[in-house]
């Protein structure tokens, strides 16, 4: 150094610092570091207050750092630009690559300060960034948009991602990139953002920044997977089977890109798994077991590997009613909890197989140990939405199980702990609704029913195409509006019960049930208005059920009813004989059948036609069965007022009232 130094002894001591600076660079772009170090400090030695060698100095450390992804370089830069920006603090360039020096830094080391730094540096440059050339605000909006992502990754908040995404799009307008990172990045940001506010909008602008990037570089495998993600996402919020199909080409072509990423056929089967859960569709499920088993060929110790893996055989077991795939799920997600027993989704998977092996068994202690499972996840994360959600679920399971109001009280707690922290997704509100319509049905408390209306709407609002792509929702819904209907006679919605089972008819003929229900609430509305042809109807839709299901007893108690009642209201002399003898025949068919109820009607239809010994006789047969309604109910039943009267009855009356007190004393 000193020789080179000796030999432009005759220089001004600015050109002594300028060669010294130019042999420096020389040295870097050769890879010799020490070396170019030594020429910088003796050009900063002899100019230490220029600011324009102080950030040449610091614009080649940031290249030879960037290159060799040297994180000492980096910061070697970055106190080289502090010089300069101290000495000339409106010297764009010096903050602009400050930035960006500490950005990369934030990269490297995974560090948060890094980039809130960056992102004030960056910030400084935009400030000082007037009539800079338009390809150079392009990169600048660029990188202060990276930073700004970077910071909404740790603070999980949208108006971080906002910023980024505001950057990014000025960044397009000074100068429309054609960088494939650029828009690969570009889009990450508006998914983030789409995923963290259920805007299915975001989520098409992520798309086509993906796109944008693939038209760059078709083999550009990072956004083509994020491609394959977005359209996960956009097929989570709108369940559209052509979302479905456009993700799965988006993986197979990922994979042409790159196959030898196990972690994409890891995603793959989990949007396959995803999916196969929505309707149970054992297809995609059995594709998720494939994906799975190629990727473990690669990362057999992957923890979320094997909890997809387990969730969807022991999916296929309940559905395929299999129990051996159901053990070999459990068998999968006990090795991944083996390997990392700090994941609540593993937590979730495990407790789910066991409401499996509850469902096979029809055995209540299975899914009481999934709730076991599932508040082991919370304990990790009580942000944990979905694991919420599984409790309820699982408790409402339980409440339908054993007819139990307090147990469906219960899951509805869960299960609005889940909707707090996301009230966007529409079947969690489904699925509430449905449990306020149980729970009014069986405690018989008006205000559950209320609810359960308004939370069936506001579930059909959040999924527009829910008549087509779930029609279960819409029977569920009717089948309240029947419940809510027949509990406070409103002719109304017995009509908006009717039409909407109607929809589902259209939408889906073979409905399991929706003849039959279609029946049920036009003899509901028919013993509520008086209206002889809504019998007719109903009679019709029961026909239509009975062909389907010939040995449902329920469907000929209910034929029987309705003829009963077009009896009671015709006032054709052959049509009320024919009537009657058609619902005595259903009736002892429906006895055939195993139905115990029928006896009582039975008991009902003699009273009618004045044969009270008859009658008698299955009123005590139904006692025999513990298959009577409630004393208040037998008092007030018009159609027993034949009977009512007679010595017989009152003696029965005296002997039900006897055991009933015996019953409350022990």
């Not at 100019?47 to 910061?75: C, M, R, V, W, Y």
């Not at 969690?428 to 308004?454: D, V």
């Not at 015709?570 to 429906?590: M, V």
Request: hydrophobic share 40%; with cysteine; proline share 2%.
């Amino acid at each position: 150094m000193s020789q080179t130094i000796s030999t432009t002894s005759f220089c001004s001591s600015a050109e002594q610092a300028h060669s010294l600076l130019l042999l420096g660079q020389i040295e870097l772009s050769q890879k010799n570091l020490e070396k170019g170090l030594e020429y910088f400090k003796e050009a900063s030695l002899l100019k230490p207050d220029d600011a324009k060698i102080n950030f040449e100095q610091g614009l080649s450390l940031f290249h030879f750092g960037l290159q060799e992804e040297d994180g000492k370089t980096l910061l070697l830069a970055c106190k080289k630009f502090k010089i300069a920006t101290t000495l000339v603090p409106e010297h764009f360039e010096a903050w602009q690559f400050w930035g960006m020096s500490l950005l990369r830094l934030g990269k490297i080391h995974q560090e948060f300060h890094y980039f809130l730094e960056a992102n004030k540096k960056l910030t400084k440059a935009l400030e000082h960034s007037k009539d800079k050339p338009s390809e150079v605000l392009s990169v600048l909006y660029s990188e202060y948009a990276v930073a700004n992502s970077a910071i909404a990754e740790n603070s999980k908040e949208a108006y971080d991602w906002r910023l980024s995404i505001d950057a990014f799009e000025k960044a397009v307008s000074a100068s429309f990139p054609k960088n494939p990172d650029f828009w690969n990045e570009f889009g990450l940001a508006c998914l983030q953002l789409s995923e963290l506010i259920v805007d299915i909008k975001l989520c098409v602008q992520a798309i086509h920044c993906f796109k944008q990037a693939i038209s760059y570089d078709t083999n550009h495998f990072a956004s083509w997977k994020s491609l394959s993600l977005s359209m996960q996402f956009l097929y989570k919020q709108t369940q559209d089977e052509d979302h479905f199909l456009q993700a799965n080409q988006c993986f197979d072509a990922s994979l042409r890109v790159n196959h030898f990423d196990p972690s994409l056929y890891a995603d793959w089967a989990h949007f396959l798994l995803l999916s196969g859960k929505i309707n149970l569709d054992l297809k995609k499920l059995s594709s998720c077991v494939e994906k799975c088993e190629k990727a473990n060929l690669t990362e057999s110790q992957n923890p979320l590997l094997l909890t997809t893996w387990g969730e969807a055989l022991s999916l296929i077991g309940e559905i395929t009613e299999n129990i051996e795939s159901i053990y070999t799920g459990q068998a999968k997600l006990e090795e991944a909890l083996d390997i990392d027993s700090n994941t609540p989704s593993t937590w979730r998977a495990f407790g789910e197989s066991f409401n499996s092996l509850g469902k096979y068994f029809d055995d209540p202690d299975y899914h009481y140990q999934a709730i076991e499972k599932f508040q082991t996840g919370l304990s990790i994360d009580r942000t944990e939405h979905d694991l919420w959600m599984a409790t309820g679920n699982t408790y409402f399971h339980i409440g339908k199980m054993m007819e139990d109001a307090v147990t469906l009280k219960k899951s509805l707690y869960f299960m609005e702990k889940a909707i707090d922290l996301q009230p966007h997704i529409s079947h969690y509100h489904f699925t509430k609704a449905h449990c306020l319509s149980k729970t009014g049905e069986i405690s018989r408390e008006e205000a559950y029913l209320e609810s359960s209306i308004s939370t069936f709407e506001k579930a059909l609002s959040l999924q527009k195409n829910a008549i087509y792509l779930h029609p279960n929702w819409l029977f569920e819904y009717a089948k309240a509006l029947d419940l809510y209907a027949d509990f406070f006679d409103e002719e109304h919605h017995y009509h908006k019960a009717i039409e909407i089972f109607l929809h589902v008819l259209m939408i889906n003929p073979e409905f399991a049930k929706i003849h039959y229900h279609l029946g049920l609430t036009y003899s509901h509305l028919a013993e509520l208005v008086g209206e002889t042809q809504n019998f007719y109807r109903a009679l019709h839709f029961f026909r239509l059920a009975a062909k389907k299901e010939e040995d449902n007893d329920q469907i000929l108690v209910d034929l029987a009813v309705t003829f009963i009642n077009i009896a009671q209201h015709t006032g054709d002399t052959a049509e009320i004989t024919s009537c009657y003898q058609e619902a005595e025949n259903k009736l002892f068919l429906a006895i055939q059948e195993g139905s115990l109820q029928a006896y009582y009607q039975l008991a009902c239809l003699y009273s009618l036609l004045n044969n009270a010994e008859k009658s008698m006789i299955f009123l005590h047969k139904t006692n025999s069965f513990n298959a009577l309604p409630p004393i208040e109910d037998i008092l007030e039943d018009e159609w027993l007022d034949h009977v009512r009267c007679s010595d017989s009855f009152k003696e029965f009356l005296l002997s039900l009232e006897r055991k009933t007190s015996l019953q409350e004393e022990s």
